[in-house]
């Protein structure tokens, strides 16, 4: 599956547009991730913890996008659009959804 943000893969030709295709994913932050983070803030540092779940629930959002895709025969998507927010109390989860469109090319 070729994967790309822009609207066209350069020497190939898109010769059917199949769907819109989604991945979404919500993950909750953990109270002590969260506590060590905020020592790292304090310190100057990188928060690890943080950086790998952001890693992950791009990857589980962008995996559920290819699954739905494949289901449409698309042989890439176009146009990937990756969006963070926090949702529930306090910002206390993060959601990543991916979207863009499965296409078949020649």
Known sequence: ????????????????YKAIVTGETIIGANIFKDFLAGIRDIVGGRSGSYE????????????????RARRY?????VGIDLDYETVGK??????VSASGTAVKLN
Do not use: H, Y
């Open 52 to 67: 790998r779940v952001l890693r992950e629930a791009k990857d589980t959002a962008m995996s559920e996008m290819i699954d």
């Open 90 to 95: 306090n910002g206390g989860m993060l959601m």
């Open 73 to 77: 025969g698309a042989d890439a998507i």
């Open 1 to 16: 599956m070729l994967l790309t943000t822009t609207p066209s893969i350069e020497g190939r030709t898109i010769v059917e």
